[in-house]
């Protein structure tokens, strides 16, 4: 009987060789799939259960992770949530995360591979792996300062540091609360997710960087005024301005806002078209600079762009192959332009810094939980749209739309100010889109900003007719004095 | 049969005191882990406990000197490795159980249950001091195996848990008769095979190549495929009902050197679990959710969430673990029982599991080599049908966790929560003990 024992041995040897490939094959060749699986609570779990970094703003966490007794082990907390979930975002057991939860998960989860020598001291050391904390470039003053500027008011504001691309205030409104989307008991959640989707207004839309995009209306004009001047125009270039430009190859004509003139109804300086934001100057201008001399320079600004700062901005569009009458109607930001309150921005924080435009970034450093600083942001020159000559005589045409033009609710006493206004037509039977870019001072710029409200916001909803400069540029001015008052 | 008879032949005896420290060195440090994990590792109770150990294991090493010397050494510390490292695990999904407020108290029932095992074992050892004794008891083994098998059926007694009508209630403690119907079972087996074999083995038709037995003589393992497949359907138990069919296909192989047996029983089993998978829906749907486990609506309508949950825990384990203490064993349902080893998988990691699989390999593999080494064809038997009802029944739970076959009810031998499985497979390591003592016991000494 000896034989068939062996045979029976061997038998056995080959069911347990069996067992050992299955559990090889779930625990190694598999795992990958089985831990991504979405029903794996367990991978959400260990995710949630670590000690994530926070996220600071001026020195002061304005996320954390808070320990609290139950599975997850730690509590996402936002402070002043509604001032900072546009850049923040959440971070969600139920719906993932957003924003720079999102777009710095691996540093903020401890999982970076930067932060791999931390990881290693860490398993030494029997400790368990922290996160590294982000310090976001946001100052606090400029972002509450915008933020109570615009009010409830749909719409947006962005302030940049000109000299380095720093956002120094991300503002979308409205907004929502980034601490009821990251609790823990996941029928709430849903419940509060369910209720920010529901509203008409998009809550969860971030305006200053994503959504539909924006037309930028006479804003663009900086853009046209610009590519004038690369061209060989100066501030004193008499421009062909009627009171109705004809459009080539159509029977439409353009009007000036309030069917005004310009100069003396026929002929005016580029200097003076920006002043009062003249369509018909402007317009012409889109026909003779032809329309690929302006689209090369709304590139060098950033349109077409696809930026990450590190949220991914959705880049700004210009028409494709406009005709001449088009072109006309995009050198006043009309037709198919569209662009982020971001790009705008950036258009006047690249005229502020001398023709040089600066990559904007939101993230100023990472440290890690020792605190030790593992990363520092750098400024990065993005491109030279204009001369710094061009842009010195561009800006003295933007002071003057703050001190006699179309902006001069963006005054403040002491303070030279350079603005461009816009008035944008959504095409629908709605009040127009009110925007300002400004930057101050014009002679040592300290913060660019760009201001958009949705239809003119409350002014707008109340049917009285707005503009640029009535609904605007007040907020602008509040975010510019935020701003200088920090500089001191 | 006979064998070369050295004049000195070793015990072992010292090899295993070398073994059993180790096994005293895992299990101390696995419960130490997890009790540091847990934030309450006690100088003074991590000693008694570590006390404990060497304690029990220095008895049952002395009682293996004074009433077996010639036993297998290796037997012992393999078992007491993976009931250290079964005690050490059940205590922490105590802890991670009351981590989620539910209070459980696996760990001290277990302790209590492997204490009581090894005293059982040790009784066998005392009390059977020639397994041959046994034989004697044959039939009565075999009704005393089938009444047990029966027992869950009765009304009053028997008690149904997860699906399976395989406990009965005694005195408020459910127990799992087929634990100890299986041992009843083997013995009635090799006692009824070793009288039997040689008819069994005669010769019968010639079909495509294979000598088949005589049609006359199927009638044994007729009967037993009946009583698998009724435990199959009435108990709901898939994993009692391939163990025992098993076990009995293995012996009968064994016995009649005959492998049209091994092709027989298999073809008959593989026949009775299909049809009673189509017939019957409750068994159709083990196999619904063994073959697509990770289907969403196989998932969502709950057939198959603990086999996944099991296998999520292992994934997430890898190659070396979470570590103990250190996973979330607790989010698989039964992670102290049934899923004892997903638990395993998780925290020790693919290395750890491999390591308790070796570990049984090296158990039953000893007991074949008691097999091979016995010299009277009832002792081979008995030996090969209880070292393989461990073999079968390891396969049997672990596959049915790592999705090799339809998951089942059966407990991991040794580190499984449960009590009737810690006594019943220490009676049956007693046995082994007994006979290794006896096939590696020298002529001139041998009573």
Request: net charge negative.
């Amino acid at each position: 009987m000896n034989e068939p024992v062996r045979r029976l041995s061997v038998l056995i040897l080959v069911l347990f060789l069996t067992l050992m490939g299955a559990a090889s094959y779930i625990q190694v060749i598999d795992a990958g799939n089985l831990n991504a699986d979405g029903r794996n609570v367990r991978t959400l779990y260990r995710e949630f259960g670590n000690f994530r970094g926070p996220i600071v703003v001026d020195g002061d966490q304005v996320v954390w992770s808070e320990p609290v007794d139950d599975p997850f082990k730690y509590q996402r907390t936002y402070s002043d949530s509604t001032l900072y979930s546009a850049v923040t975002g959440y971070y969600s057991i139920v719906f993932g995360s957003t924003g720079i939860e999102a777009a710095e998960d691996g540093l903020l989860s401890g999982s970076a591979d930067a932060l791999f020598w931390t990881r290693m001291g860490n398993l030494l050391s029997g400790e368990t792996q922290r996160g590294a904390s982000v310090e976001l470039t946001l100052s606090a003053a400029v972002q509450r300062a915008a933020t109570d500027a615009l009010g409830d008011q749909p719409g947006a504001v962005v302030a940049l540091d000109p000299s380095t691309g720093a956002i120094k205030a991300l503002v979308t409104s409205p907004t929502y609360d980034a601490e009821a989307l990251a609790g823990h008991d996941t029928a709430a959640v849903n419940d509060a997710y369910q209720n920010l989707l529901g509203q008409d207004d998009g809550p969860l839309v971030n305006r200053a960087i994503g959504g539909d995009t924006y037309p930028p209306g006479s804003t663009f004009k900086l853009i046209t005024a610009a590519a004038a001047l690369e061209s060989g125009y100066t501030a004193d270039t008499e421009l062909y301005a009627p009171d109705q430009l004809e459009l080539p190859d159509t029977t439409a004509t353009m009007g000036n806002y309030g069917g005004g003139s310009c100069g003396d109804g026929e002929r005016t300086t580029l200097a003076e078209a920006i002043r009062i934001s003249c369509n018909t100057a402007f317009g012409n201008l889109g026909i003779t600079l032809g329309w690929n001399v302006i689209e090369r320079e709304a590139k060098e600004f950033g349109w077409g762009e696809s930026l990450s700062i590190p949220l991914a901005v959705t880049p700004s569009r210009l028409p494709e192959d406009p005709d001449r009458a088009q072109a006309a109607m995009s050198a006043i930001g009309q037709f198919d332009v569209r662009a982020t309150p971001l790009q705008m921005a950036m258009v006047a924080a690249g005229i502020a810094n001398d023709g040089v435009l600066m990559q904007p970034y939101l993230v100023e450093q990472v440290r890690d939980s020792d605190l030790r600083i593992i990363e520092q942001s750098e400024p990065v020159e993005m491109s030279r749209p204009m001369s710094a000559s061009d842009a010195n005589e561009l800006t003295d045409m933007m002071v003057a739309v703050v001190e006699s033009g179309s902006a001069t609710a963006a005054q403040i006493p002491g303070v030279e100010i350079a603005a461009k206004t816009g008035t944008a037509e959504t095409g629908r039977d709605e009040p127009p889109h009110t925007w300002i870019v400004a930057f101050a001072p014009a002679k040592d710029p300290q913060v660019a900003v760009a201001v958009v409200v949705d239809n003119g916001g409350t002014l707008g909803a109340a049917g009285q007719t707005v503009t640029g400069g009535t609904v605007a540029a007040p907020i602008a001015r509040q975010v510019i004095e935020a701003a200088l008052a920090e500089e001191g | 049969m006979a064998i070369v008879a050295d004049v000195h032949v070793r015990t072992g005896r010292r090899s295993e005191l070398g073994l059993l420290a180790i096994a005293v060195a895992v299990a101390v440090l696995a419960r130490g882990l997890v009790d540091y994990h847990a934030h309450i590792l006690e100088p003074v109770e991590i000693s008694v406990y570590a006390g404990a150990w060497i304690g029990v294991l220095a008895l049952v090493h002395l009682a293996l000197r004074r009433w077996a010397p010639f036993a297998d050494p290796v037997l012992v510390p393999a078992v007491a490795t993976l009931v250290g490292i079964g005690l050490a695990m059940i205590r922490r999904i105590d802890f991670a159980y009351a981590a989620r407020g539910r209070d459980t108290n696996f760990g001290d029932v277990q302790t209590v249950w492997a204490l009581i095992g090894v005293a059982l074992m040790l009784l066998v050892i005392l009390l059977l001091r020639d397994y041959r004794l046994l034989r004697r008891f044959t039939y009565t083994s075999g009704v005393l195996g089938l009444i047990a098998l029966l027992l869950p059926l009765m009304p009053v007694i028997g008690t149904q848990i997860n699906g399976a009508r395989i406990w009965i209630n005694v005195f408020g403690r459910s127990l799992q008769p087929g634990e100890f119907a299986k041992i009843a079972f083997v013995v009635f087996f090799a006692g009824y095979l070793v009288s039997n074999r040689d008819t069994l083995a005669l010769a019968g038709p010639k079909v495509l190549g294979l000598r088949l037995p005589r049609v006359r003589d199927m009638g044994p393992l007729a009967l037993v495929w009946v009583a698998a497949m009724l435990v199959q359907i009435y108990e709901r138990d898939l994993g009692t009902s391939l163990l025992l069919f098993g076990i009995f296909v293995a012996m009968l192989y064994v016995a009649t050197e005959r492998i049209s047996w091994v092709v027989i029983g298999m073809g008959a089993f593989a026949v009775g679990a299909v049809a009673a998978g189509t017939i019957f829906a409750h068994v159709g749907s083990r196999y619904t959710a063994w073959l697509h486990a990770l289907d969403a609506d196989v998932y969502r309508s709950g057939q198959s969430e603990q086999l996944v949950r099991g296998l999520f825990g292992m994934a997430s384990g890898g190659l070396f673990g979470t570590g103990l203490g250190e996973g979330r064993p607790d989010l698989v349902p039964y992670a102290e029982s049934d899923f004892i080893v997903a638990s395993l998988g998780e925290e020790l990691g693919l290395t750890g599991l491999m390591a308790i699989l070796v570990l049984y390999v090296i158990i039953v593999q000893r007991a074949m080599r008691t097999a091979i080494g016995t010299r009277h064809g009832f002792g081979k038997l008995l030996a090969t049908g209880l070292g393989f009802a461990i073999a079968l029944q390891v396969f049997i739970v672990v596959g049915g966790v790592t999705r090799v076959i339809p998951l089942t009810g059966l407990t991991t031998p040794f580190l499984a929560y449960g009590g009737s499985s810690m006594l019943a497979n220490f009676i049956i390591i007693g046995l082994l003990l007994r006979l290794s003592d006896q096939a590696r016991r020298p002529e001139e000494v041998r009573a």
